[in-house]
């Protein structure tokens, strides 16, 4: 049987520690860091340490946007674009994705085409904590989505938006909702 100082002393030397140490220090550079320097992101926006970017030269992040902990902005690989405008407020655990799979029939889960749309969110927006946002969705100006709303399908400048899929409750100064929802 071991004593804890041997113990100790053989988790120092398990080479498996210094490699799990490079993989998460990869993952860190892979997701964080090196999309942060490709994202275009304006004058007073602040990302917490922890928000995760995929493809960061197809996003864009307004002016004075504050984008909370663990949010993730995952562009398309090719074509769909996430533009976030300025004074926008996002909760915890945001997650808007520009690409998606599709559900062709006799196609495995793994090997089925993505979709690839962008996404646009206006500026003083707020999106609550968990807000789930698919892509070719607009959220207009002034809007504000309930925490934990998955956004489906465009939410017009000033709505209160909630549930899933999210649909609008009322406006925000108070006028009736658009005919058109």
């Given at each position: 049987?071991?004593?804890?100082?041997?113990?100790?002393l053989?988790?120092?030397?398990?080479v498996?520690?210094?490699?799990?140490?490079?993989?998460?220090?990869h993952?860190?550079?892979?997701?964080?860091?090196?999309?942060?320097?490709?994202?275009?992101?304006?004058?007073?926006?602040?990302?917490?340490?922890?928000v995760?970017?995929?493809?960061?030269?197809?996003?864009?992040?307004?002016?004075?946007?504050h984008?909370?902990?663990?949010?993730?902005?995952?562009?398309?690989?090719?074509?769909?674009?996430?533009?976030?405008?300025?004074?926008?407020?996002?909760?915890?655990?945001?997650?808007?994705t520009?690409?998606?799979?599709?559900?062709?029939?006799?196609?495995?889960?793994?090997?089925?085409?993505?979709?690839?749309?962008?996404?646009f969110?206006g500026?003083?927006?707020w999106?609550?904590?968990?807000?789930?946002?698919?892509?070719?969705?607009?959220?207009?100006?002034?809007a504000?989505?309930?925490?934990?709303?998955?956004?489906?399908?465009?939410?017009?400048?000033?709505?209160?938006a909630?549930?899933?899929?999210?649909?609008?409750?009322?406006?925000?100064?108070?006028?009736?909702?658009?005919?058109?929802?």
């Amino acid at each position: 049987m071991l004593t804890r100082g041997r113990r100790f002393l053989r988790s120092l030397f398990d080479v498996r520690v210094y490699l799990h140490l490079f993989r998460m220090l990869h993952y860190w550079n892979y997701s964080h860091v090196e999309p942060r320097r490709r994202a275009r992101i304006g004058p007073g926006a602040t990302l917490a340490p922890n928000v995760s970017l995929r493809n960061g030269e197809r996003i864009d992040i307004g002016a004075r946007a504050h984008i909370n902990e663990y949010v993730s902005l995952w562009a398309g690989d090719s074509i769909g674009r996430i533009t976030i405008g300025e004074d926008v407020l996002f909760g915890p655990r945001v997650f808007i994705t520009a690409s998606n799979y599709s559900a062709e029939p006799g196609t495995r889960m793994a090997y089925q085409p993505r979709e690839e749309k962008d996404v646009f969110v206006g500026s003083d927006v707020w999106l609550g904590t968990s807000v789930v946002v698919l892509p070719g969705v607009t959220i207009g100006d002034g809007a504000i989505v309930a925490a934990g709303a998955v956004v489906t399908k465009d939410i017009p400048p000033g709505a209160i938006a909630a549930g899933v899929p999210a649909r609008v409750l009322r406006m925000r100064d108070g006028s009736a909702i658009p005919a058109a929802l």
